[in-house]
């Protein structure tokens, strides 16, 4: 996807989210803002992105949305369960209807035969509704597999806004 695709992508989800007057919170880790960054470079964001959150250490995720720490020992930071439990803390430190959190292995280091580089999870959370979930196994050096992950990302809030 091209950064044109990409800033189209961004203005899709906009206008979805402004249609329905709905509010969107980010919470990234592996992406270390470029979500929120991504929807900010769309005018008139500031109707329906309400904030979002740069957790990249396991003490933000606790300090900044409420990740327990027994989430993060058991599980990891890359896990479903980090994920959904920083959706979950970006909607309620937040005035956001919907929030979509990422961790992941972006490399080129810090991956385990467990969870090689690649692996990112992502999960979107509703305040009607469910938390949805994934784990995807993505290809590409650093850059590529951040990308990937905002992609996806807005492609599960644009999914979520219908």
Not at 71 to 79: D, I, K, P, Q, R
């Amino acid at each position: 996807m091209t950064d044109h695709e990409l800033d189209a992508l961004a203005r899709r989800v906009g206008e979805a989210l402004a249609n329905r007057r709905l509010w969107l919170a980010t919470a990234e880790s592996c992406t270390g803002g470029w979500i929120a960054e991504a929807v900010t470079a769309i005018a008139g964001s500031s109707g329906w992105f309400d904030r979002g959150f740069v957790t990249y250490s396991n003490d933000a995720k606790a300090d900044m949305l409420g990740v327990r720490a027994a989430t993060l020992e058991t599980h990891g930071a890359v896990s479903e369960a980090t994920v959904s439990e920083m959706a979950a803390g970006a909607l309620d430190r937040s005035r956001a209807d919907l929030a979509v959190a990422v961790s992941g292995v972006a490399g080129p280091g810090g991956g385990s035969p467990a969870k090689p580089v690649g692996t990112v999870c992502l999960a979107w959370a509703r305040r009607d509704g469910p938390t949805g979930v994934v784990t995807v196994h993505l290809d590409g050096d650093r850059a590529a597999v951040r990308r990937q992950t905002v992609i996806l990302a807005l492609q599960g809030v644009l999914e979520r806004c219908v």
